[in-house]
């Protein structure tokens, strides 16, 4: 059984960083795609980046510029590497991985951009 575990959630202000790990545990992680996926109080979860197993991103168009998603597969972690926050980014960041008809959840980390 897929296990993710993230990390790097917390409080920042405005225009400031943060990244956020995931790990993965319980299969082979080359064989998934990774996202990042948010949801802010009364909306629904949104995908925040993606990468392929071959490394290939995207992302969606209210971040591009401003977050990177990479992997890691020596270390079977992804992150995401967040920049020039704004207040709209607050929300639970999820982790996913995917393999088609399998798919698995972390269990969230909170992000709340805030003076």
């Known amino acids: 059984q897929v296990q993710l575990v993230e990390s790097g959630g917390g409080l920042v202000q405005p225009g400031g960083s943060l990244r956020l790990s995931c790990g993965f545990s319980?299969?082979?992680?080359?064989?998934?795609?990774m996202g990042w996926y948010r949801q802010a109080p009364g909306m629904q979860r949104e995908l925040v980046a993606g990468i392929s197993p071959g490394g290939r991103t995207n992302y969606a168009n209210s971040v591009k510029g401003r977050f990177t998603i990479s992997r890691d597969n020596a270390n079977d972690t992804i992150y995401l590497q967040m920049n020039s926050l704004k207040p709209e980014d607050t929300a639970v960041y999820y982790c996913?991985?995917?393999?088609?008809?399998?798919?698995?959840w972390g269990q969230g980390t909170q992000v709340t951009v805030s003076s």
């Open positions: 319980g299969s082979i992680f080359g064989l998934y795609a």
């Open positions: 996913n991985a995917d393999r088609g008809r399998l798919a698995f």
